[in-house]
């Protein structure tokens, strides 16, 4: 089976870029919020991050789920969910107010989302032309 793709190019895969760099930014806007002393500028950063980063992981997780239903990737596919559903909670201590947004809860939360999601991308970079049957 074919993946969807466009030039090639599968179709997930800009979207996850943007969803994985969003959460990736996270990590280092929570670390700018810790050596601020508490500067909130960061932790806006990190919020609007975590939004961007689950609204397109999403629509690529919806796509993933399109390939994973043809037999292609599902391992990716799998984790990128395990990745979104991380980050949601993440979000929801980071809606938190003052230090204890970040500290010490929503920095590890950042650390294992961005982890998680680094693997992500590198389980889903196979291009499309290699998985054709």
């Known amino acids: 089976m074919r993946p969807v793709t466009i030039a090639g190019l599968r179709l997930h895969a800009p979207l996850l870029a943007v969803a994985v760099t969003c959460f990736v930014g996270t990590l280092v806007t929570d670390l700018c919020y810790q ?22 992981g999403v629509v690529a ?7 994973a239903a043809r037999g292609l990737n599902w391992l990716a596919a ?7 559903v991380e980050e949601l909670f993440n979000s929801l201590v980071h809606a938190r107010d003052g230090w204890t947004a970040v500290v010490p809860t929503g920095f ?26």
């Open 35 to 56: 050596g601020s002393g508490g500067n909130l500028i960061w932790l806006n950063f990190s919020t609007w991050l975590l939004a961007a980063g689950i609204a397109f």
């Open 61 to 67: 997780f919806v796509l993933m789920l399109i390939d």
């Open 78 to 84: 799998l984790l990128l969910f395990i990745v979104l």
């Open 108 to 133: 590890v939360l950042s650390i294992v989302g961005g982890l998680l999601a680094l693997v992500t991308g590198w389980l889903a970079r196979a291009p499309a032309e290699s998985s054709r049957a």
